[in-house]
Nanobody, 122 residues
Framework: QVQLVESGGGLVQTGGSLRLSCAAS????????MGWFRQAPGKEREFVAAINRWGYNTNYADSVKGRFTITRDNAKNQVYLQMNSLKPEDTSVYYC???????????????WGQGTQVTVSS
């Protein structure tokens, strides 16, 4: 069992930056692929970014490529999403997800956090 807790969301102006963090419980963090997804009101959840268990492979949705960066620190059981040049269309609830190595990049993931709200004002 893996428990995930996201933090770092908030309100930011267009062009601003935020860094999301996801803290994972358990001693098997490094055995999991990790992903970030988002869901806006009235829309389906969509893939944002993923990182493999060791952190040397990453994958991004076209809509965030070049603006977002996913990293992980296996010693701290944390995964991060650095979001730069934010746009109003990035407004969503962002979810952290963990899964087996084969889940990389877009799933299916087994464990999900509760989400953190990101709002980008125009």
């Amino acid at each position: 069992q893996v428990q995930l807790v996201e933090s770092g969301g908030g309100l930011v102006q267009t062009g601003g930056s935020l860094r999301l963090s996801c803290a994972a419980s358990g001693r098997t963090f490094s055995s999991h692929a990790m992903g970030w997804f988002r869901q806006a009101p009235g829309k389906e959840r969509e893939f944002v970014a993923a990182i493999n268990r060791w952190g040397y492979n990453t994958n991004y949705a076209d809509s965030v490529k070049g603006r977002f960066t996913i990293t992980r620190d296996n010693a701290k059981n944390q995964v991060y999403l650095q979001m730069n040049s934010l746009k109003p269309e990035d407004t969503s609830v962002y979810y952290c997800a963990a899964g087996p190595p084969a889940a990389y990049p877009q799933g299916p993931y087994d464990y999900w956090g509760q989400g953190t709200q990101v709002t980008v004002s125009s």
